[in-house]
């Protein structure tokens, strides 16, 4: 019911729903280009996103946000976004997916606690992990690391870096410190203004700041990313730094924490990258 009353062009159109049995199915409308993920993060796929196809993705991406915020006659915290959660139709247009793990807000309601969190490691704004705070600053949280990966072709959690593995936002900061932010932009890009993607990263790192205050609107990320004549802020440290590991942390976690009278269980799902199985470890 939530996702058949949505209707913008960055969001996935439902057309129906079939019940049979113990199937239950969603209709919705075709993406032949599958989700952002199969792009950005493959040397080969990623070089058909020039940089005019990713800016507009990003946009496409902060207006889908503003309409849930602002413009819908619900308030909605997605809380799930990620690259494989946006989908691309025929002429690469985003479409936010996956409204099941979506929270309802009063149209004058800004925040709320909650014991039950939801979503994808890496993607979850700190306040909202750790303590179960949510407002409407968990999805510009979210925005800011997808941004940050369109830009560097990089997912959010550890990669290599030479000899070392280094956390997406922690060598994003650090490059924008040194003013070498241009080691950050993806080498599929054919070509592009690099002016346009070093602003693409400053208004991610703005994003992604540690104190949810700090961080900008959704309605002004969008006249950001429109108006390059408005003097961006300087971003603090963002919430996740760190300095360079010797260790390879590249698997994502999926992290679910649920609240069973008064016990608290905390679920974690490790997501192999080559589909290889996984031992689970039970500490003592």
Known sequence: MLAAKL??????RLLGFSLERNEKLLVYEFVPNRSLDHFIFDPTRGAQLDWEKRCKIIRGIARGILYLYEDSHLRIIHRNQKTSNIL???????????????????MDETQANTVRIVGTYGYLAPEYAMHGQFSVKLDVFSFGVLVLEIVTGQRNNCFRNGETAEHLLSFAWKNWRKGTTMNLID???PSGSSAEMIRCIHIGLLCVQENAASRPTMASVVLMLNSYSLTLPVPSEPAIFMHPIESDMSSSMAIIQDSESDQSRTETRPLSVNDASITELDPR
């Open 187 to 189: 080498p599929a890009l």
């Open 7 to 12: 209707q913008h062009r960055n969001l996935v």
């Open 88 to 106: 691309l139709d025929a002429k690469m247009n985003p479409k936010f997916a996956d409204f099941g793990t979506a929270k309802l807000f009063e």
